[in-house]
């Protein structure tokens, strides 16, 4: 009885250090977790449109890999100096094989005159990146009218109970 006993809890802390075995890493401070700044940014006019695209990041500031990119925030300012977030794009390809590496976004609600667009990324933790330098445009008065008329053009959104 005291044989079986003493191999059932050697079998017991075996198995438990089995299960409980894995590869572990040293802690890394928050800063070093952060993505990279997308790469590749930029802005243009395109069918009268303000289009944005940038590649993907895939590494952290410690040169690791990103596993858990959420997604991106735009912003946009007039003087480069100060922005505002206008969008977010979220980021949905976490369980696909192929990756979504390029991303494009349209600015649906553009300024006249000189416009600076700049990209963050973030992660599922809320970690945000470095973000993009800002990227200037020149947006024609005629782009923002196109762009009126498009919104104006779209059926409104039911509302919801």
Sequence with gaps: MCRWFADS???ALLLAAVVSCGIRTDPRPPEATMPERPANFSALIENDEVRLRWSRPTESTDGRDLYDLAGFVIERGDDGEEFAVIAEVPVNDRNRVRP???FKWRDLDPVAGR???RVRAFTRDGQTGSISAGT???VP?????HARKLRAAQPAAP???
């Design 115 to 117: 416009s600076f667009y």
């Design 136 to 138: 200037p445009i020149e």
């Design 159 to 161: 509302d919801t109970p």
């Design 9 to 11: 809890l050697l079998t």
């Design 141 to 145: 008065t005629g782009i923002v009218e």
């Design 100 to 102: 979504q590496n390029i």
